[in-house]
T-cell receptor, first 116, second 111 residues
Framework: DTGVSQDPRHKITKRGQNVTFRCDPI?????LYWYRQTLGQGPEFLTY????????KSRLLSDRFSAERPKGSFSTLEIQRTEQGDSAMYLC??????????????FGEGSRLTVL | AQSVSQHNHHVILSEAASLELGCNYS??????LFWYVQYPGQHLQLLLK??????LVKGIKGFEAEFIKSKFSFNLRKPSVQWSDTAEYFC?????????FGTGTRLKVLA
């Protein structure tokens, strides 16, 4: 499978625990995005990487959230001290370097987080 | 502020009916527009996109969309829907790199 892969697909945790999600983008894609999606809503932008550089972080992300892409390949999204409001689907997407924002985003199947 | 609005949250149609889903955007500067679809249990995938040229764009599975700059709209159409079109549809807009999505329209097609 050469698509975007995310792991784990499902995570159930207790409030206050830390969780980490991993995203492996399509290999030649140097742009990587994280989105969050809750029921009845569209994907909400969280953060964006160009290679290993994190170029924008949404105000939706509190300081409990951190994302990395250390070698410009896979990325991790960590949530510390989880709260029930963090329950959502976390989506990763990637795209090639193209002219501006005309490129297609390729999405993974998402990591569903449930915080009890 | 950048935003994308989809006014139809739930649409129910019978097979062979025509479909039009509304999308309006607010985005400063040059904008690129997309429609994505999410079939049950699957990931988001691109239906079609517009970034320049002919404002009527055709996508996969018989879908098309029209960019009307004066109305800040990018409505999705299909002349005759099939049961297999049951899915959630998302409109999105981008500038240089940031993609903003609407809240989605859940379409159910009755056989």
């Amino acid at each position: 499978d050469t698509g975007v892969s995310q792991d784990p697909r499902h995570k159930i945790t207790k409030r206050g625990q830390n969780v980490t999600f991993r995203c492996d983008p399509i290999s030649e894609h140097n742009r990587l995005y994280w989105y969050r999606q809750t029921l009845g809503q569209g994907p909400e932008f969280l953060t964006y990487f160009q290679n290993e550089a994190q170029l924008e972080k949404s105000r939706l992300l509190s300081d409990r959230f951190s994302a990395e892409r250390p070698k410009g390949s896979f990325s991790t999204l960590e949530i510390q001290r989880t709260e029930q409001g963090d329950s959502a689907m976390y989506l990763c997407a990637s795209r090639t370097e193209g002219s501006g924002g005309t490129g297609e985003l390729f999405f993974g199947e998402g990591s569903r987080l449930t915080v009890l | 502020a950048q935003s994308v609005s989809q006014h139809n949250h739930h649409v129910i149609l019978s097979e062979a009916a025509s479909l039009e889903l509304g999308c309006n955007y607010s985005y400063g500067g040059t904008v690129n527009l997309f429609w994505y679809v999410q079939y049950p249990g699957q990931h988001l995938q691109l239906l079609l996109k517009y970034f320049s040229g002919d404002p009527l764009v055709k996508g996969i599975k018989g879908f098309e969309a029209e960019f009307i700059k004066s109305k800040f709209s990018f409505n999705l159409r299909k002349p005759s829907v099939q049961w297999s079109d049951t899915a959630e549809y998302f409109c999105a807009a981008s500038g240089t790199y940031k993609y903003i999505f609407g809240t989605g329209t859940r379409l159910k097609v009755l056989a």
